[in-house]
């Protein structure tokens, strides 16, 4: 597998378009055509992750945003469009409160779970055992994809809508899981959890959440955000949609995006 540390393509306004957790930026390949027909589209890969910049020194909460922040920089973004899935999600809002983004879209973002709710400890346990499973299964990636069993198996937890998705892609996610170092990333988050500065958030925000998201169930995983930190949040529930809404319903999610993603 080659993984690579970016995407950039199309043209129009910039857009920033941030993976989650254990991902690659080649979860948005399905949206990315018609994301670039409007936009100027970066897709960085976040540390730690396949391709991306290699973990150095202590993991801490801005680890992530900062290094968005030297991709933007880089690419000549002072602001952007911001779109996020999961940890992309909530880096989107941490990039919000700095300041560098002109809307976000944030698809079943991380960090929303009451305060105390102990399904945080158990949602960083299940990536921490999905991590060594998929270990093991990543030298035979291209066998599991070659069947639809084997797409089903290794989509069950991203989505409820799998044939569309080309074996490649689905080889390619399980491989970049696989490479992910993913253990100090949630021994932070065990240790410092999801802190946001919400009330420095000045730009539209628009939050997706699938009500089939087996990762971050909806309601529970959304209750910080609708109820404390994003009330005034343009809020879209996807009936019947998981945790991945770009691989899930791919036409559906472009819209969502371009829709209020404006100039």
């Known amino acids: 597998m080659t993984f690579t540390p970016a995407h950039r393509g199309g043209s129009g306004t910039p857009l920033v378009a941030i993976h989650g957790f254990t991902d690659t930026w080649r979860t948005w390949e399905l949206v990315l055509p018609a994301l670039e027909r409007r936009h100027d589209v970066l897709a960085p890969t976040l540390p730690g992750h396949a391709g991306g910049p290699r973990l150095d020194g202590e993991v801490t909460v801005d680890l992530l945003p900062s290094a968005v922040e030297r991709a933007m920089d880089e690419a000549g973004f002072e602001t952007a469009h911001l779109v996020g899935n999961s940890l992309g999600g909530f880096v989107a809002l941490q990039l919000a409160a700095r300041g560098r983004a002109r809307s976000v879209v944030a698809l079943a973002p991380a960090g929303g779970w009451a305060h105390g709710d102990p399904s945080l400890a158990e949602t960083l346990g299940f990536f921490a055992t999905m991590h060594d499973q998929v270990r093991k299964a990543a030298p035979h990636a291209e066998a599991i994809a070659s069947s639809p069993g084997g797409r089903r198996s290794a989509t069950a937890y991203l989505t409820t809508h799998y044939e569309h998705i080309p074996a490649g892609l689905i080889a390619h996610l399980i491989a970049g899981a696989a490479a992910c170092d993913a253990l100090p990333m949630i021994d932070r988050a065990l240790s410092d959890g999801y802190p946001l500065e919400a009330e420095r958030i000045t730009c539209p925000v628009r939050i997706v959440w699938g009500t089939a998201d087996r990762i971050l169930p909806f309601p529970r995983a959304a209750i910080r955000y609708r109820e404390q ?30 829709g209020f993603a404006g100039s």
């Not at 005034?232 to 949609?241: C, P, S």
């Not at 809404?245 to 559906?252: N, R």
């Open 229 to 258: 930190l994003l009330p005034q949040a343009d809020w879209v529930e996807l009936e019947g949609v998981g945790h991945a809404p770009q691989l899930d319903v791919p036409l559906e999610t472009a819209e969502l995006i371009l």
